[in-house]
């Protein structure tokens, strides 16, 4: 259920209906838009509750919501969720890239690959310090070692930085370190890990389960959002079909789905979404023309000798800063942003 008030209503009125709703059990959620105010319920309501609401002064519309992710609804949250981390902004006008390896393998490594970023005209440098891989005997990632090397590249050449959290008992420290924490397709309904994620309030990028349908997806969103962190990311990653050619299908179409749906920012990840280097650049154009928020994009020195072996989806350095210097063209063609402000770096 969601209450409308009217733009004209105090501060102390709003804070009298939300008392009102608390009394009755439930938890009320206020999101001011540019429009309109909207108190979100969540939890069980007394049917009681909606008439009561109705009759007081300032309430504008009481309405039902059938949809079982509420804080995460566009219903909810009429205008646009935008994050701001120091001078980005990710979900308003602005294209975000995201780029860098894999996973960190070394200082010399990610520092090199942050000084390319940086110089391709990205805001955001990418590194896993922890890695959950499909076999046992894979590169598992470098731990918290990876954490620090990350954060000194990330400050050393001005980025922001973002790694992936696998546990919950991993949050704190991955916080402490990174600017943003990603939450892999594996751990997409690790609802122990989203629970805990709710508790701070780090932005986080959490990717689309490879088999989870939208409403999954935005349930999934709404235990962060649910605990009380409002900065959450929306990351398509390609899903799995029977198409054996790409390593899996990149959903083009939930972009602007998910943008229809939920307030939150959109972001397009071709390098999972297609596994096929030769795919991720007409990908990346694709997911920014259908209106993604940012792109997080894989890129290595020496992709095809990369620890993790996913090689085969990563850029080399020539040509992620082609893209950039091409997505400057191609925002404020969609109504974004985008000025790399620097010259191609063709190593």
């Known amino acids: 259920m969601i209450v409308i008030i009217s733009n004209k209503t105090s501060e102390e009125r709003i804070a009298e209906i939300v008392a009102h709703i608390e009394k009755h059990e439930v938890t009320a959620h206020v999101s ?3 429009d309109r105010t909207v ?10 509750l909606a008439e009561q609401l109705r009759q007081l002064s300032g309430v504008e519309q009481v309405v039902k919501i059938s949809k079982s992710y509420k804080l995460a609804s ?7 969720t935008v994050i701001r981390i120091k001078d980005v902004e990710i979900g308003g006008d602005q294209l975000v890239i995201m780029g860098g390896p894999c996973a960190v393998e070394s200082p010399e490594q990610i ?3 942050a000084r390319l970023v940086k110089a391709s005209g990205a805001q955001v440098l990418r590194g896993g310090a922890f890695k959950p891989r499909t076999g046992p005997y894979s590169f598992q990632g470098v731990g918290v070692e990876g954490l620090v090397m990350m954060a000194e590249a ?3 050449h001005g980025l922001l930085t973002i790694t992936e959290v696998m546990t919950p008992e991993y949050v704190d420290v991955c916080a402490e370190y990174a ?12 609802f122990d890990l989203l629970r805990k994620l709710g508790t701070i309030q780090t932005p986080v990028l959490l990717k689309r389960g490879f088999s989870s349908t ?18 959450v990311m929306l990351c398509e990653r390609g899903i799995r079909t029977f198409e054996p050619y790409t390593r899996n299908t990149l959903d083009l179409a939930a972009i602007p789905a998910l943008q229809t749906l939920s307030h939150l920012p959109v972001i397009s990840d071709p ?9 991720v650049e007409p990908m990346s154009k694709a997911s920014v023309a259908a209106g993604a928020n940012g792109l997080i994009v894989e890129m290595h020195t020496d992709p095809d000798n990369s620890m993790t072996g996913d090689g085969v989806q990563s850029l080399f350095p020539d040509q992620f800063a082609k893209l950039m210097h091409d997505l400057e063209k191609l925002a404020p063609l969609v109504g974004k942003r985008f000025d790399t402000k620097k010259e191609l770096v063709l190593n």
């Not at 566009?74 to 646009?80: L, S, T």
Request: no cysteine.
């Open 154 to 156: 990330g400050k050393k």
């Open 179 to 190: 600017d943003i924490l990603q939450v892999g397709t594996r751990n997409m309904q690790n």
């Open 214 to 231: 939208y409403d999954e997806f935005l349930n999934a969103a709404e235990y962060i959002l649910a605990g009380g962190n409002p900065n």
């Open 111 to 113: 520092d090199e690959i």
């Open 32 to 34: 001011k838009g540019v």
């Open 39 to 48: 108190i979100g319920i969540i939890g069980k309501a007394n049917p009681i």
């Open 271 to 279: 390098s999972h979404g297609t596994g096929r280097r030769e795919l």
């Open 74 to 80: 566009r219903d909810f949250h009429p205008d646009n």
